[in-house]
């Protein structure tokens, strides 16, 4: 069965850090990009970073870029997400989701169940 | 960046009604637009991808259109496993994927 697994998220005080990690089965992790995706309590679904197969090729929201890091691991099948500098409104449960391309067409077809973060004093 | 909208924000429908969603975009995404389904505390589902192409396992009553700068999402036949928030993702500017802000579809 493909899946994923995020785990790491709890309570941190704002200036914190905190580290995701994203365990993957059922597929060749190695063959696909990867995104972590967010979603504010109450709120919308929020891109938040990217990264390619071999790890050549990284990218990540405005709202995060410079504070999280992104990187994997694909000898161990994992994901991770290294948050620093932690405000409250990066609160929020975050996935990881599998980059899927047919014809051009990018799309994210495996997600994860969730692992939620909370930056509170 | 490319922005996106969608409508109604929410709507109130009976099993065995015919719904529709609209999402646009700030700028031609051309068929780069694909949907997700959301219950809640549960992750986002694929859809539809491509703007019209149904994802393995996704029931037939599920349907999209359009190209450019505007979009719908059809459920035929609203059942009550239906009953979710629906969001559209455009990835014409792939990787900087960009999210619609939701329409949440409830029991009337």
């Known amino acids: 069965e493909v899946q994923l697994v995020e785990s790491g998220g709890g309570l941190v005080k704002p200036g914190g850090s905190l580290r995701l990690s994203c365990a993957a089965s059922g597929f060749t992790f190695s063959s696909y990009s990867m995104n972590w995706v967010r979603q504010a309590p109450g709120k919308g679904l929020e891109w938040v970073s990217s990264i390619s197969s071999s790890s050549s090729y990284i990218y990540y929201a405005d709202s995060v870029k410079g504070r999280f890091t992104i990187s994997r691991d694909n000898a161990k099948n994992s994901l991770y997400l290294q948050m620093n500098s932690l405000r409250a409104e990066d609160t929020a449960v975050y996935y990881c989701a599998r980059d899927a391309m047919v014809g051009g067409y990018y799309y994210m077809d495996v997600w994860g169940k969730g692992t939620t973060v909370t930056a509170s004093s | 960046d490319i922005q996106m909208t969608q409508s109604p924000s929410s709507l109130s429908a009976s099993v065995g009604d015919r719904v529709t969603i609209t999402c646009r975009a700030s700028q031609s995404i051309y068929s780069y637009l694909n949907w997700y389904q959301q219950k809640p505390g549960k992750a986002p589902k694929l859809l539809i991808y491509?703007?019209?192409s149904l994802q393995s396992g996704v029931p037939s009553r599920f349907s999209g259109s359009g190209s450019g700068t505007d979009f719908t999402l059809t459920i035929s036949s609203l059942q009550p496993e239906d009953f979710a928030t629906y969001y559209c993702q455009q990835s014409s500017s792939t990787p900087f994927f960009t999210f619609g802000p939701g329409t949440k579809v409830d029991i009337k």
């Open positions: 491509a703007a019209s």
